[in-house]
């Protein structure tokens, strides 16, 4: 099993920037796709970004596009989401999930999950 724990969430002003992090413990991190996920209370968890295993291949939600950044540091056993011109609609419990195959924007599709971080974007 692979064991997933975030980091970095907290309060933002709308403009700002913010940084996840995701540490990887129990498994060969390299060989499992990244997703980053987010869930406002009430309603579905969302897709936010994925990378590929090498970190070649990344996908994104329409909506982060061009503002967040995915990226993984394979020898640190880390994946990253880097938050630029973050806006209020980006408040959510922000997760990360691990799948050993090619990614997928689905949540059933993914193997493991982290506990969430709490990223709040004040107008």
């Known amino acids: 099993h692979v064991q997933l724990v975030e980091s970095g969430g907290g309060l933002v002003q709308a403009g700002g920037s913010l940084r996840l992090s995701c540490a990887a413990s129990g498994g060969t991190f390299g060989n499992y796709y990244m997703g980053w996920f987010r869930q406002t209370p009430g309603k579905e968890r969302d897709f936010v970004a994925h990378?590929?295993?090498?970190?070649?291949?990344?996908e994104y939600a329409d909506s982060v596009r061009g503002r967040f950044t995915i990226s993984r540091d394979n020898a640190k056993n880390t994946v990253y989401l880097q938050m630029n011109n973050v806006r209020p609609e980006d408040t959510a419990v922000y997760y990360c999930?691990?799948?050993?195959?090619?990614?997928?924007?689905?949540?059933?599709?993914?193997?493991?999950w982290g506990q969430g971080t709490q990223v709040t974007v004040s107008s």
């Open positions: 990378i590929s295993w090498s970190g070649s291949g990344t």
């Open positions: 999930a691990a799948r050993p195959v090619y990614g997928s924007r689905r949540t059933s599709q993914y193997d493991f």
